[in-house]
């Protein structure tokens, strides 16, 4: 089974731009969450998409957008961007509940965004 | 409000020596906890996990983990370290949601 796949694995922007980045979850999996890694600051939750809906959000500014579509895969976008949101953007996909007998993420190798 | 702090960024241990790598945890309900590695320019995979049931989780390549409630802890441990242990390993709590909260990591490097 393939796991979940994250696109683009690097990329460079520059201040004002804005970027789309896009998540495959694993097949069957309909709960898609995205992360924003920087060093010191660990992992932050960006939100979390299930079924199409947005059910859960961090404390993120509104420059920080996402959607998922109807075969689960999702996007997240960032718009005017800073310096401050060079990261590793993490996907992870988990099963349709996470109660019972796994409540556990599968993680992409992510998208590394650098911004000039 | 869920937490997690992982106590050291960096923690060094030789080759073959125990590892112990320390999480404590603030739940408002009885939490889900996992511990995560991660290899450099890879997402997390997960080491092990505890839901319900036994307090003392085993995962894979070796590791193992206690749930202790009354220390609200769930501290990662090793035997033996090998070379091949040297990454970043993150603790993190999920409690209502299927949101997770993560520490901020903890770096190990194994000396030869």
């Known amino acids: 089974k393939a796991g979940v796949t994250q696109t683009p694995r690097y990329l460079i922007k520059t201040r004002g731009q804005q970027v789309t980045l896009s998540c495959s979850p694993i097949s069957g999996h309909r709960s898609v969450s995205w992360y924003q890694q920087t060093p010191g600051q660990g992992l932050q939750f960006l939100f979390e998409y299930f079924s199409e809906t947005q059910r859960n959000k961090g404390n993120f500014p509104g420059r920080f957008s996402g959607r998922q579509f109807s075969n689960s895969r999702s996007e997240m976008n960032v718009s005017t961007l800073e310096l401050g949101d060079s990261a590793l953007y993490l996907c992870?996909?988990?099963?349709?509940?996470?109660?019972?007998?796994?409540?556990?993420?599968?993680f992409g190798e992510g998208s590394r965004l650098t911004v000039l | 409000a869920q937490s997690v702090t992982q106590l050291g960024s960096h923690v060094s241990v030789s080759e073959g020596a125990l590892v112990l790598l320390r999480c404590n945890y603030s739940?408002?309900?009885?939490?889900?906890l996992f511990w995560y590695v991660q290899y450099p320019n890879q997402g997390l995979q997960l080491l092990l996990k505890?839901?319900?049931?036994?307090?003392l989780v085993k995962g894979i390549n070796g590791f193992e983990a206690e749930f202790k409630k009354s220390e609200t802890s769930f501290h990662l441990t090793k035997p033996s370290a090998h070379m091949s242990d040297a990454a970043e390993y993150f603790c993190a709590v999920m409690a209502t949601g299927n949101q997770f909260y993560f520490g901020t990591g903890t770096s190990l490097t194994v000396i030869p």
């Open positions: 992870a996909s988990s099963l349709e509940e996470p109660w019972g007998d796994t409540g556990e993420l599968f």
């Open positions: 505890y839901t319900t049931g036994a307090t």
């Open positions: 739940s408002s309900v009885p939490p889900y």
